[in-house]
């Protein structure tokens, strides 16, 4: 995939963890109601994998 699109593959694979946000998370992006600290760097740090433990560390309490 990283070679189809031209990425390295280091980058690929941070990218596709973003498939593991919770889909609150991902709502409440494209909606464009985010917490202004829910940036896209902020995205591409380490998150944890469980939805309920995402809605704390995104602010979503």
């Known amino acids: 995939m990283a070679a189809a699109e031209r990425i390295e593959r280091g980058y690929l694979g941070t990218l596709l963890r973003l498939t593991l ?25 380490s998150f944890p994998a469980s939805w309920a433990e995402q809605r704390p560390l995104f602010g979503l309490s």
Not at 23 to 42: F, K, M, Y
């Open 21 to 45: 946000l919770a889909p609150e998370v991902v709502q409440l992006l494209l909606d464009g109601w985010a917490p202004a600290e829910l940036t896209l760097p902020r995205l591409l740090e």
